[in-house]
Nanobody, 125 residues
Framework: QVQLVESGGGLVQAGGSLRVSCVAS????????MGWFRQAPGKEREFVSA????????YYAESVKGRFSISRDNTKNTVYLQMSSLKPEDTAVYYC??????????????????WGQGTQVTVSS
């Protein structure tokens, strides 16, 4: 079993930056494909970004491309999402997700095995 814990959320003004982190524990000797999703009030959980175990393959939703950057540090079992040029529409609960082994799909909720509890990101105008 793997546990995921997010941190770093908070309140930020439009145009500002914020970095959220996700630490994995438990079966940390395993390799994981990691993803970030977000869910705004009244909307479904949507894909934001994903990263392969090696960190060489990065994926972004079109809405955040050029503004968000995903990275990981496997020595710390941690994945990061650096968010810049934040907009009010980025306001959501941000969730960390993990998938065991290699994956062919990564853009839907059902593509992942483990989820964190989420961290709230609020962008004010």
């Amino acid at each position: 079993q793997v546990q995921l814990v997010e941190s770093g959320g908070g309140l930020v003004q439009a145009g500002g930056s914020l970095r959220v982190s996700c630490v994995a524990s438990g079966r940390t000797f395993m390799d994981y494909f990691m993803g970030w999703f977000r869910q705004a009030p009244g909307k479904e959980r949507e894909f934001v970004s994903a990263i392969s175990w090696s960190g060489r393959n990065l994926y972004y939703a079109e809405s955040v491309k050029g503004r968000f950057s995903i990275s990981r540090d496997n020595t710390k079992n941690t994945v990061y999402l650096q968010m810049s040029s934040l907009k009010p529409e980025d306001t959501a609960v941000y969730y960390c997700a993990a998938r065991r082994g290699a994956v062919n799909y990564y853009r839907t909720v059902n593509d992942y095995d483990y989820w964190g509890q989420g961290t709230q990101v609020t962008v004010s105008s």
